[in-house]
């Protein structure tokens, strides 16, 4: 392990440090920040505030259980890019380091700044993964409007905060070999707007079935002759009366989205998380070693493709594979 650049609980340079891996030009659009966005959302939604179990604390994704759920397909990139600045500053647990990231590149793709504070604590092995069943916890986009309430209002969430959280699809885009889908949902993924909003409602969106027989709805942009496409929970928002009114009022009004998509995006963010008045977290996950950083997941997980594979050099979370021709095979 490399020596620490920074003491315990300087999260300002940590902060740095992920400011300055957010430019990516062979990657994608040029960023990082949409897929480091995605881990911070899918680390924190698998919240269940009836059971209260789940959120970001702990990092579960770290466990193939979690991180081979085939709705984190593709946040094995995001891990990746964190990597290094976990080498840097190994003091930062996980689960900090993810949610953090995620903060970080919404303030630094123009977006509002997000209230954060850290104190989380990775879990030391997935047995609490396990035993509250954390996989498939995440929203499926091919469901419509009673799908989305049923897993935000498990979260806690209200439609006005469903709506606005859904905003970050102004950020990244679809991947084929992720989740089926393909596309950015606006022209500029890289830039933080409520550009989403206005194109959701404003054009007209035309379905699209993809060669694999995956469903969406395209719009294409005769001036930049770009395709844009939205997700089928990307319409249902449209066409569902309690989500409507909020869809058109943030596509009019950038500071009052702005505004609410920082509240919302912190709440998610802390979705789980008790705190003392110091703000110290009292999660019981937390009182063993205090803030304690777990050890990585291995980069050569114990997954063999074929018989006679052993040695061969294996990406992390590569086990995912399967389980998405699975998945996509559903879709
Ligand atoms: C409302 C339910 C949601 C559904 C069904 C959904 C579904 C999806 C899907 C299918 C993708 C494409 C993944 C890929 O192929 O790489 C995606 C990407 C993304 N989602 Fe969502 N999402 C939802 C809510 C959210 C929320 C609440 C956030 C954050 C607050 C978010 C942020 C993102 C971002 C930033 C990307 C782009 C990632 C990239 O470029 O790699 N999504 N989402």
Same mark, same amino acid.
């Given at each position: 392990?490399?020596?620490?650049?920074?003491?315990?609980?300087?999260?300002?340079?940590?902060?740095?440090?992920?400011?300055?891996?957010?430019?990516?030009?062979?990657?994608?659009?040029?960023?990082?920040?949409?897929?480091?966005?995605?881990?911070?959302?899918?680390?924190?939604?698998?919240?269940?505030?009836?059971?209260?179990?789940?959120?970001?604390?702990?990092?579960?994704?770290?466990?193939?259980?979690?991180?081979?759920?085939?709705?984190?397909?593709?946040?094995?990139?995001?891990?990746?890019?964190?990597?290094?600045?976990?080498?840097?500053?190994?003091?930062?647990?996980?689960?900090?380091?993810?949610?953090?990231?995620?903060?970080?590149?919404?303030?630094?793709?123009?977006?509002?700044?997000?209230?954060?504070?850290?104190?989380?604590?990775?879990?030391?092995?997935?047995?609490?993964?396990?035993?509250?069943?954390?996989?498939?916890?995440?929203?499926?986009?091919?469901?419509?409007?009673?799908?989305?309430?049923?897993? #935000?209002? &498990?979260?806690? #969430?209200?439609?006005?905060?469903?709506?606005?959280?859904?905003?970050?699809?102004?950020?990244?885009?679809?991947?084929?070999? &992720?989740?089926?889908?393909?596309?950015?949902?606006?022209?500029?993924?890289?830039? #933080?707007?409520?550009?989403?909003?206005?194109?959701?409602?404003?054009?007209?969106?035309?379905?699209?079935?993809?060669?694999?027989?995956?469903?969406?709805?395209?719009?294409?942009?005769?001036?930049?002759?770009?395709?844009?496409?939205?997700?089928?929970?990307?319409?249902?928002?449209?066409?569902?009366?309690?989500?409507?009114?909020?869809?058109?009022?943030?596509?009019?009004?950038?500071?009052?989205?702005? &505004?609410? #998509?920082?509240?919302?995006?912190?709440?998610?963010?802390?979705?789980?998380?008790?705190?003392?008045?110091?703000?110290?977290?009292?999660?019981?996950?937390?009182?063993?070693?205090?803030?304690?950083?777990?050890?990585?997941?291995?980069?050569?997980?114990?997954?063999?493709?074929?018989?006679?594979?052993?040695?061969?050099?294996?990406?992390?979370?590569?086990?995912?594979?399967?389980?998405?021709?699975?998945?996509?095979?559903?879709?």
């Amino acid at each position: 392990m490399s020596v620490s650049q920074s003491k315990k609980g300087d999260f300002a340079a940590v902060r740095q440090a992920i400011k300055a891996l957010l430019h990516q030009p062979e990657y994608d659009d040029g960023s990082a920040g949409p897929v480091l966005v995605r881990l911070a959302w899918h680390s924190s939604g698998t919240y269940d505030i009836n059971t209260d179990t789940g959120g970001s604390n702990g990092a579960g994704m770290r466990y193939e259980y979690e991180g081979g759920d085939p709705a984190n397909a593709g946040l094995q990139h995001a891990r990746v890019f964190l990597e290094p600045v976990k080498e840097a500053h190994p003091w930062i647990t996980y689960s900090d380091l993810w949610t953090l990231a995620g903060a970080v590149a919404i303030e630094e793709a123009g977006g509002p700044s997000i209230s954060w504070q850290g104190g989380r604590t990775d879990f030391v092995d997935d047995t609490k993964i396990l035993k509250n069943k954390i996989a498939g916890r995440l929203p499926d986009a091919t469901q419509g409007a009673g799908h989305l309430r049923k897993v #935000f209002y &498990r979260m806690g #969430f209200n439609d006005q905060e469903i709506v606005a959280l859904s905003g970050a699809h102004t950020l990244g885009r679809c991947h084929g070999d &992720r989740s089926g889908f393909e596309g950015p949902w606006v022209n500029n993924p890289t830039r #933080f707007s409520n550009q989403y909003f206005k194109l959701l409602s404003t054009l007209e969106w035309k379905p699209k079935t993809l060669p694999s027989g995956v469903k969406q709805f395209m719009y294409y942009d005769e001036d930049t002759e770009t395709e844009l496409m939205m997700l089928p929970t990307d319409m249902a928002l449209l066409a569902d009366p309690g989500f409507e009114p909020w869809v058109r009022r943030y596509g009019e009004d950038k500071d009052l989205f702005f &505004r609410d #998509f920082a509240k919302v995006f912190s709440k998610l963010m802390e979705l789980g998380i008790e705190r003392d008045a110091e703000g110290r977290i009292t999660n019981t996950d937390n009182e063993l070693g205090g803030y304690l950083s777990a050890p990585k997941k291995a980069n050569a997980p114990q997954y063999k493709k074929h018989a006679g594979d052993e040695g061969l050099p294996v990406a992390e979370a590569s086990g995912l594979e399967e389980k998405n021709a699975r998945y996509r095979a559903r879709l």
